[in-house]
DNA sequence: CCAATGCTTCGGCGATCCCCGAAGCATGCC
DNA sequence: GGCATGCTTCGGGGATCGCCGAAGCATTGG
């Protein structure tokens, strides 16, 4: 019992205010460098470095070298999930926030979760791809229909890449403003990359919200309806 | 920044192995006196009491006085929700754990989060009743509808008291094991209750498995399907 | 090649926090 | 009423950890 458990250790992670500021400056799913987060975390470079590798040892963030700069992000989507989470819970108890958390109103209804939509949004599509069974859910597990597949290639989702890389397609996200999941995995983050590109919506520089122009939203309720 | 996000003061809260011992052992939602939080804490009393009043001052738990005796629980069922969120982080990120974490295929099964029933039966129930209507998706809310009062009324389920309690009757509770919701709330909370009442299942001492009979198990998977 | 930049490591300082013994107050039981 | 028990508060000790200056290594651009 003196060693306590491990939820003490990604606590004391978290727990840090310069950390928590790394973390949060991470949730959108972008990538920064070291120097960038030390800026986001108001500390010297030197002291930056020995956070991030605390980080990297406790498994929350990944890092990948390009030349002298190191690009660090959310070690995975499941990151942001607990963040999130977190995040929720100080809102409830009056701690002050970094940032506008998922109390704001724009957050709330669309918003980037690690690199996949989020929100009343990003719930609302899983409803519609579930119900018209584009995705079958199993137990603890979403698998693309024979069905979903056509309407995927058809939005213009590159099925067969996402089937061919690593991480999982289909993965569900437990979204926290609404209480219940949104898609997250390469199929996820594939339709937020084509809402942006087909115009419908655009992400806002040094934020997470989603914002969807007034025809964008339109094409985008009727998506998988 | 020099001050910190306030996830920081909720994950410096679990960050010590003393308190996030003591929130472990409280996560199956019943009430611990301080003697024995410092117990499960292996500190010594006077430390506890330290441990006990930041819990309290960072919202994280509550407190009730019974003569000398003071029964701290968790403030509410998100404190649980986010601490499982912790729990399989932790998990994956090969922490080691007090406790069988929801890798655990029992806790998987069948458990208690805060006072309702989690895991595989949590949410299958769930998707019964919002599939038979006895409850209605909004907003991020649910409700019951005329319809699911009737039946909950037919299971004995006292649905009167739960209306004119102060707590929600119908909450969505993010499932870990599951990554879709279970039903909290006051009704959430109440079919845990009937079901260990009428020897469906029961639940383990000193854990939070909730472990059905056989011909519970079978007369669970008929209940409002 | 050299200077600038990005990043990490080392070492020392100081603040913080958890630990427990001791003491005190409240409650309950005989 | 006296004693035992539960719990909190106070104070001191020691461990831990974040901080930054300095130094060193790697990369990049002129």
Redesign the pocket.
């Known amino acids: 019992m ?1 060693h306590g458990p491990s939820i003490a250790r990604i606590g ?1 992670l978290v727990g ?4 928590a500021n790394m973390l949060t400056a991470l949730m959108s799913g972008q990538a920064l ?4 987060l ?1 800026i986001e ?14 980080l990297l040892d406790g498994g929350l963030l990944a ?1 990948e070298k ?6 660090f992000r959310l070690a995975g989507p499941d990151i942001a999930e607990t963040l999130e989470a977190l995040m929720d819970l100080a809102s409830r108890n009056g701690g002050r926030r970094t940032r506008p958390g998922p109390k704001d109103p724009e957050l709330r209804r669309a918003r980037v979760c690690y690199d996949h939509l989020a929100g009343e949004q990003g719930v609302a599509l899983m409803a519609r791809m579930t119900a018209g069974k584009l995705l079958a859910l199993g137990d603890g597990s979403i698998e693309m229909t024979a069905h979903g597949e056509r309407h995927f290639a058809a939005f213009g989702i590159d099925v067969a890449a996402l089937k061919s890389a690593s991480r999982p397609v289909c993965r569900s996200c437990l979204d926290w403003s609404m209480r219940r999941p949104h898609l997250a995995g390469g199929l996820g983050a594939a339709l937020l990359t084509r809402i942006v590109h087909l115009g419908w919506a655009r992400r806002l520089p040094a934020s997470r919200i989603v914002r969807f122009v007034p025809s964008g939203e339109k094409a985008f309720a009727k998506l998988f309806a």
């Not at 840090?16 to 950390?19: G, K, L, Q, S």
């Not at 460098?33 to 960038?36: L, N, P």
């Not at 390009?66 to 690009?71: L, S």
């Open positions: 003196k004391a840090d205010p310069a950390r460098t070291a120097g960038e030390a975390a108001g500390v010297a470079a030197n002291t930056a470095s020995g956070h991030l590798a605390q890092v390009q030349g002298r700069h190191r690009y």
